[in-house]
């Protein structure tokens, strides 16, 4: 699944760290889901997208 936290993030100003920290997951979580090499849990993907203020379906796509 391809996602757009990285963009999303950078936009924000903030560093892989602090996105973590606001979600409660490791460093190294967000930087699998960044790269694609991991999907997060439905409840994940909801803190990230309430993180941004999205929809999740506007972060991750199935393409």
Known sequence: ??????ELRLAAGLSQ???AEALGVSRQTV????TGRYD???PL????ARQF???VEE????D
């Open 45 to 48: 993907a909801i803190a990230i």
């Open 1 to 6: 699944m391809e996602n757009d936290v990285r």
């Open 17 to 19: 760290r602090e996105l």
């Open 59 to 62: 972060i991750f796509h199935v």
């Open 53 to 55: 203020q999205r929809a």
């Open 40 to 42: 997060p849990s439905l």
């Open 31 to 34: 930087n699998s889901i960044e």
